[in-house]
Every structure is written in C-alpha cells, then in structure tokens.
C-alpha cells in the first residue's frame, strides 16, 4: 500500500531535550516536505527537499534541522525543543512536487 | 510572499446541497492543490489543478490561472463532506514552497 509513515504519532517532551520525527515513504517520491499546523494559522512549510541531499528552508525553518540522505526518508529534528514548537506536524511526500500525500501527523508537546 | 485567501471561512450545510468554494492567489502559480482534512485530522489530496477543469465523483474544480482563482464545487454534500478544505499554490519562477490558503471549515448537518 502507497503510504507515508511517521513516527511517533504522539510526543510529549521538555524543553531542551534533543527529538527527531522520522518520515518514510514507499512511492519512490523525489519531493518531500515537513509542514506544522498550528490553530489560526493554517499549515505552514518548515523543510522541503528536492531529492537526496537536496534540502531548502520552507516558511518557518528557525529550530529545525532536516536531513535526506536516502530517498525514502527524511527525518525532523528539534536540536533544542521550546514551547513554541508544539504543534501537530504533517509530513508529505510527492513526485515533482505534484499531488502531495501526507503522512496521518505527529502530535508534539513540548512542556 | 504569494498570497492565498479561501472564502468563505465557514459555511454550514443540510445534506443534499451544493457549494463552491473559492481561492484566491495574489500572484501566477504552476501548482495548485485542492485537500480535504478530515475531522480525524487526515490530509487527503482531492486535486492537482493549476488550470482547467478536473471531477472525480461529487467533486469537481476549477482552475483559472490567468485571472488568480480556483474554486472546489461539492455536490450532494453528505456528512462524510465535513472537514477543512484548503487550497494550497506554488509560485512560478520561484522556490518550489507550497503555502497554504487558512481553509475553509465546512459542516454538513444531517
């Protein structure tokens, strides 16, 4: 079955204290994309990447770190977490960047 | 940045009717996509639509590109219907970041 996986589903941490939200997808997809959805605010665009080892900053980027180094995933991390990164976080994942699929989101509380 | 407004913000509906909600963009676009977020909190992707005209089943929409609107029409609306659609673009000649239109909360009552 076609999908994107995240993992965890649910996360709630302290501040300062390092994470990371993996992502996978099994379409063979060169795009991906880390998004976080915030009451108010709509969905915004953290990280996207093009392809393997091609990253670039989305709309929100500040406290967050990417990597992609095989196709299939690309992993977010929170170096130093603040309670202004909770969020629910979506990742996606498409060919060209066409007709996006999302992952089903990780819930993160910070405290 | 490119903006991207969806109206209305809320619209409540009897099962059985028809809507059409609408996307506005401030600039030219090479990619836009219409989601559905469902109360679970899923995002589906309903269409790929930068111009022209696309259905699948009750839905269909409507891209005019030169002119900056799109618009998702939703036919026989039944309860499943409920959820946040939003609309979300991409610039041309520029990045390929996807911003996202606030969405537009729609209920079906039964």
């Known amino acids: 079955e076609a999908q994107v996986t995240q993992n965890p589903r649910y996360l709630i941490t302290v501040t300062g204290k390092k994470l990371t939200v993996t992502c996978s997808q099994n379409?063979?997809?060169?795009?991906m994309s880390w998004y976080r959805q915030d009451p108010g605010l709509g969905l915004r665009q953290i990280y996207y990447?093009?392809?393997?080892?091609?990253?670039d900053k989305g709309d929100v980027p500040e406290g967050y770190k990417v990597s992609r180094k095989e196709k299939r995933n690309f992993p977010l991390i929170l170096e130093s977490p603040s309670p202004n990164q909770t969020s629910l976080y979506f990742c996606?994942?498409?060919?060209?960047?066409?007709?996006?699929?999302f992952g089903p989101g990780t819930r993160l509380t910070v405290l | 940045g490119i903006q991207v407004e969806q109206s209305p913000p809320d619209l409540i509906l009897q099962e059985g009717a028809n809507s059409t909600l609408r996307c506005n963009f401030s600039?030219?676009?090479?990619?836009l996509q219409w989601f559905h977020q469902n109360p679970w909190g899923q995002l589906i992707n309903l269409f790929y639509?930068?111009?022209g005209t696309k259905q699948n089943g009750r839905l269909s929409a409507t891209t005019v590109a030169t002119e900056r609107y799109s618009l998702l029409y939703i036919s026989s609306s039944q309860t499943t219907d409920s959820g946040v659609y939003f609309c979300?673009?991409?610039?041309?000649?520029?990045?390929?970041?996807?911003?996202f239109g606030k969405g537009t909360k729609l209920t079906v009552n039964p």
């Open positions: 996606a994942s498409s060919f060209a960047g066409i007709k996006q699929y």
């Open positions: 379409m063979n997809h060169e795009y």
């Open positions: 990447s093009m392809n393997v080892e091609v990253t």
């Open positions: 600039d030219s676009v090479n990619n």
């Open positions: 639509i930068p111009s």
């Open positions: 979300a673009v991409v610039t041309q000649g520029g990045s390929e970041k996807l911003v």
